[in-house]
């Protein structure tokens, strides 16, 4: 399993499963290949939904990030 933090909080946001986390590292844009965080904000969840990313993960992501207008999410696996 993997779990996300809220990187600003570092407060989980929840766990999620390996096939979720590969479909974010092929969606999302890593600076390097040690990469293990992502910012995401309404317009990134909204293209995650729009390219069927599991339903789970996006309402995990919408609920994280609330009314904000972004947030820098990190997964650790355990």
């Known amino acids: 399993m993997v779990q996300l933090f809220d990187t600003e909080t570092d407060k989980p946001i929840g766990t999620i499963t390996e096939e979720?986390?590969?479909?974010?590292?092929?969606?999302?844009?890593?600076e390097s290949e040690s990469d293990q965080d992502y910012y995401v904000d309404a317009a990134?969840?909204?293209?995650?939904?729009?390219?069927a990313g599991d339903p789970a993960l996006v309402t995990l992501l919408r609920s994280a990030l609330g009314t904000r207008e972004g947030m820098e999410v990190r997964w650790v696996k355990s």
């Open 44 to 51: 990134t969840i909204e293209m995650l939904e729009a390219d």
């Open 20 to 30: 979720q986390l590969q479909f974010l590292i092929d969606e999302l844009e890593e």
